[in-house]
């Protein structure tokens, strides 16, 4: 008996094990296969995924040939799967096991690096399409012309396929039939079992929703038969996620920072608590998309007066899914924050409550909406919601996907992007030149960085187009084996590169260098290098007909390069050995700062004793010329403050928008430079320091910077804090209002320094005597009132009393309110009204500290750009009616 029992036993424990096995199963992805195409041996990548070759999965077709490319991108993020590839030259079908006899989804991610192969595969004729269970991913595609519109120089294809049914998917990929020279290549193939991420059917966006399909009518939407193409993948308010670091890790999903899409102003903050799952399965994203997430600020009346907005590029004619992943971790109750969500102007959710939707704080949901997208943008708004009266009118939002559904043809693909004309001239020329030993390159590893391009960027492992980009990073000679970091319009899985130093033996593009700096590999990889040749071409010799201004460096100089982009070219002063560390410096901070409100850094020269530095032609020069020595234009009230915010803008970026506080050190009048939208935008990094040099809030350094600016706590003890900075603009803002200079030696002894008559005639209540002639009744009291308080605050003795940048360009945008709204305040209580409010008893939002629009992958270590390609200068703000 007791043997039957023991015996019973263990078929129990044996029969339950098997149940949790296949039911574990059931709910975790499998480890996936990788398939490295080309590849005759197992190779192992940077993640530590194995890669097996791809010759046993080939079904059908025998033109194939596996090569090798014969030359390794630095911003490849692995040799493997790029650097071997296969290439078809007839139609080819792969066939991959799928377990569960294909019952589940499957993530399929191609990855395709358009490089130089050899037997004369020119891979500007390789054009094809790739079909995988029965849905049509890609048509007459060309890898090529994807990389290079997009600046990348390899793409990753990612899509969640619907349920095939067979313990198999056949992968076909067919050559163009178009052209008799076409032929088809890949480098890399994964292949994973995938939960069920699609698990609830979607929310229509608006009434009167137009679809591809049918079935595409009821309030919501099944699309458990759909395939999907994941276009966006972002951890709002927060950093970049690598896939090692991504939930159910066999899903190996990239998740990206998502400031370059937002639009106007936004605070990001973390989570000080800890943060669960609570039902919601692991897999929909990883903890740290929800510890992290994006607000818009504790001024309940700006809030109500504007959006907080993304703007993404997609292609036209498709439906989209548009998850958001919400956890408000600062709510106690329901109705204390309660916001409206719209989708290209379609309402999605109203009054989205995320303490309703999950039933406490700190606890991770997402929702689903559907839209059907006939042009090429897709615009997500959240908006407070009026009608509700919440505690805080606010809204959040901790992450955001974007998937393009299979329409009713079974068809995924879209066109290839365009590329510009200026890019297209660009590589036409490169390809027309004389080849060094490091320009054997096709057309494609040229580049050009430059903010005169228009267009926008590429997610990188997501192959949506957000913008048609002509920046293009030139390659640097370096040793393959070298793994440097490449600016990409959105941030690839870059390396950070070695720090060299760059000598009279080093050469740039094949070219001699001979002045010594020590500029980094990847910052010289990040520009553009311009032989002087190029240079003088581009300035007539350096003719003093072009010269447009004069500074500490050198002269600048109007110049022409590519044809006809006007750009501006500073040139050192050659007979003197001072400005290498600014040069270098400059280099180093603007080749991996991209901002609407920073100046862009086009590229340098460094040949013989000339250092020479390059950057997009601003149009209408410096903000000073407009506010006297001379007033080549006057500027109205309006414009002025536009001008202040924009300028404000690109501060509190470098002060908050990176990993390390960069601490500008020379911020005046003359380095605000307006562009010919009058868009302002920071310029001259010579003397900045970042924080990475920090120690205990602030970095001990010689004092510099220009007299009249200088933050008088720095002078005194020598120890620079972003403070500093916010000294100097008050400086500026005070020029602004009374259009003078900082320093002006022939007036009174009292009267020279502008900071301290301007805070002398504060006190005494006079300074409205000080204004600019030019602007005498034509500003409205109110703003007056908020903009000479806010300059005030800015030039305190102690920098612990001073507001932040964030604070600073708060004040601003509401001054401006004031100006174009004269009642807007009486119908608004001010931010400091508000406060007394809530300090007389009514709750106060906790709120972080303003951090920035731009996070952790915009630091010093990585590549950046803010892409802004919002039709409004400055502001978001707008009328909420009528929407």
């Known amino acids: 008996m007791g043997k039957q029992w023991m015996i019973s036993t263990l078929v129990y424990i044996t029969c339950l094990f098997i149940f949790f096995q296949t039911y574990h199963a059931a709910r975790t992805p499998s480890p996936g296969l990788f398939v490295g195409c080309g590849s005759s041996s197992l190779d192992k990548d940077e993640d530590g995924r194995n890669w097996e070759p791809d010759l046993k999965y080939i079904v059908s077709g025998d033109k194939t040939n596996a090569v090798k490319s014969e030359y390794q991108d630095p911003s490849l993020p692995s040799p493997v799967p790029y650097m071997n590839a296969r290439i078809f030259t007839s139609e080819t079908s792969y066939k991959f096991p799928i377990p569960e006899n294909g019952n589940n989804r499957t993530l399929l991610r191609l990855h395709f690096y358009p490089s130089s192969y050899p037997n004369n595969f020119n891979v500007s004729n390789s054009y094809f399409s790739v079909i995988a269970g029965g849905i049509t991913l890609l048509n007459n595609f060309s890898a090529l012309i994807t990389t290079e519109a997009l600046s990348q120089s390899y793409i990753v294809k990612e899509y969640f396929l619907a349920p095939v049914g067979t313990p198999t998917l056949t992968v076909t990929i067919k050559p163009s039939e178009k052209n008799n020279s076409s032929f088809a290549f890949i480098n890399g193939i994964e292949v994973i079992t995938s939960p069920e991420v699609f698990d609830e059917p979607p929310k229509l966006a608006g009434s009167n929703v137009k679809s591809t399909d049918e079935e595409f009518g009821s309030s919501t939407v099944d699309v458990s038969t759909k395939s999907m193409q994941a276009m966006f993948r972002l951890n709002v308010g927060g950093s970049f996620i690598p896939p090692l670091n991504d939930s159910g890790s066999n899903l190996m999903r990239t998740w990206y920072d998502d400031s370059p899409y ?111 997208v006939a042009g090429e943008e897709l615009r997500i708004q959240l908006h407070p919601s009026i009608e509700n009266k919440p505690q805080w009118y606010d809204s959040i939002l901790n992450g955001l996907e974007i ?52 267009g926008a960027a590429a997610f990188i492992g997501i192959a949506a187009v957000l913008m048609v980009a002509v920046n293009r990073k030139r390659k640097c000679p370096t040793d393959s084996s070298t793994s440097v970091s490449s600016w990409l319009p959105i941030y690839g899985n870059s390396r950070n590169g070695a720090f060299s130093s760059r000598k009279s033996t080093t050469s740039y593009g094949g070219k001699s260098c001979s002045t010594t700096t020590n500029i980094s590999s990847d910052a010289a990889c990040n520009c553009r290098y311009f032989s002087l040749a190029e240079i003088k071409h581009a300035t007539k010799n350096f003719d003093e007909s072009n010269v447009i201004g004069v500074g500490g460096f050198g002269k600048v100089y109007i110049g022409v390069i590519d044809e006809n982009v006007k750009v501006a070219i500073k040139r050192s002063n050659p007979s003197s050995q001072q400005g290498v560390h600014e040069f270098q410096t400059e280099i180093e901070m603007l080749s991996k700062l991209r901002h609407r409100h920073l100046v862009s ?78 868009v302002a935008k920071v310029s001259d990094f010579g003397l900045s320091k970042t924080g990475s040099e920090m120690k205990q809030g602030h970095v001990s350094t010689v004092v510099k910077g220009s007299f009249g600016y200088l933050d008088p706590e720095y002078f005194r003890r020598q120890q620079l804090t972003e403070k500093s900075d916010v000294y100097s603009f008050g400086v500026v803002l005070f020029e602004t209002l009374c259009g003078r200079p900082a320093l002006n030696a022939n007036l009174p002894k009292e009267q020279v320094s502008l900071a301290d008559w301007a805070l002398l005639c504060q006190r005494k209540g006079c300074l409205e005597d000080q204004i ?110 009528g929407r």
């Open 262 to 372: 937002v639009v106007g102003f936004g605070i990001t903050s973390e989570a000080n608590t800890t943060i669960g799952y609570e039902g919601l399965s692991s897999y929909t994203a990883p903890i740290d998309v929800y510890k992290t997430s994006r607000s818009m600020g504790p001024d309940a009346n700006v809030n109500k007066q504007y959006n907080l907005t993304w703007i993404f590029q997609v292609e036209s004619n498709f439906s989209y899914i548009v998850r958001l992943h919400w956890c408000d971790y600062n709510v106690e109750k329901i109705n204390q924050r309660v916001f409206d969500v719209y989708i290209n102007n379609q309402t999605a959710e109203e009054g989205a409550d995320v303490y309703a939707f999950t039933g406490a704080a700190g606890v991770p949901t997402k929702k689903d909406y559907m839209i059907y």
């Open 403 to 454: 998937f393009k559904i299979s329409d009713s043809k079974a068809n995924l693909a879209g066109p290839n992007p365009t590329i510009s004309d200026m890019m297209r001239n660009y590589l036409k020329n490169q390809d027309e030149k004389p080849k060094t030993s490091f320009a054997s390159k096709p057309s494609n590893m040229t580049a050009i960085i430059g903010g005169a391009a228009g």
């Open 601 to 678: 850094l086009i590229g340098f020269c460094e040949e013989g004793n000339e250092m020479v530095l390059v950057y997009d032609y601003m149009g209408h020069g410096t903000f000073r010329e407009h506010l006297y020595k001379g007033n080549k234009t006057t500027l109205s009230w309006k414009q002025r403050l536009e001008i202040c915010i924009g300028a404000a803008r690109g501060l509190h970026y470098l002060h908050t928008g990176a990993k390390h506080t960069i601490i500008h050190r020379d911020v005046k009048t003359t380095n605000i430079l307006l562009d010919n939208k009058w």
């Open 772 to 881: 600019d002639p030019i602007l005498k009744g034509k500003i409205t009291p109110d703003s007056y009132k908020k903009f000479a308080e806010t300059a005030a605050k800015c030039l305190a003795a102690y920098g612990s009393d001073r507001p932040s940048m964030g604070d600073v360009l708060w004040n601003l945008e509401f001054a401006l309110q004031l100006q174009e709204n004269p009642n807007y305040q009486k119908q608004n209580p001010t931010k400091e009204e508000t406060n007394l409010s809530q300090e007389n008893g009514d709750e106060e939002i906790d709120h972080k500290a303003l951090l920035a629009m731009h996070r952790n992958t915009l630091d010093l270590d990585d590549d950046t750009d803010d892409s802004d390609n919002s039709n409004e200068l400055f502001s978001q703000i707008v009328n909420p009616k």
